[in-house]
C-alpha cells in the first residue's frame, strides 16, 4: 500500500512509464490474490519498490510487509543487486511464509 493507503497500480504513485508492463503486474496481483486464502502451501511474494533499476549492491535496505517503502525524499527504489540479495537471504533463511513482503531503500 502507498501512504494514501491504496496499491500502487491504483495511487496517485503510478509512474506512467510503467504502463507497457501493466498487464503483467496485474497479473501478478491477480496471483498474489488467488494465493492469498491458500493455507495448505507456504508460499511468498517478494515486491519491489516502485523503481527497480541496476545500481550497486549495498546490502542495505529495509523490508516491509504489504506497504511499499518510500525513502525521506519520497523516492521508492531499490537496486536489482540488492532486490535479488533479499530473494537469496529469503530462500536460504525463509523468514515469511504465505504473505508478500517488500524491500526497498
Known sequence: MTPEGKEYLDSSHWDKAF?????????TRALYYLLKPVT?????F????????????????RTGKDDMLFAADGTSSISNEDYALALIEEVITPQ???????VGY
Not at 515469511?96 to 517488500?102: A, G, K, L
Open 40 to 44: 495448505d502451501l507456504d508460499w511468498v
Open 96 to 102: 515469511h511464509h504465505r504473505e508478500r513482503f517488500t
Open 19 to 27: 504502463d507497457p508492463y501493466r498487464n503483467a503486474i496485474l497479473g
Open 46 to 61: 517478494l515486491a519491489p519498490s516502485a523503481w527497480l533499476r541496476p545500481g550497486q549492491r549495498t546490502g542495505t535496505f
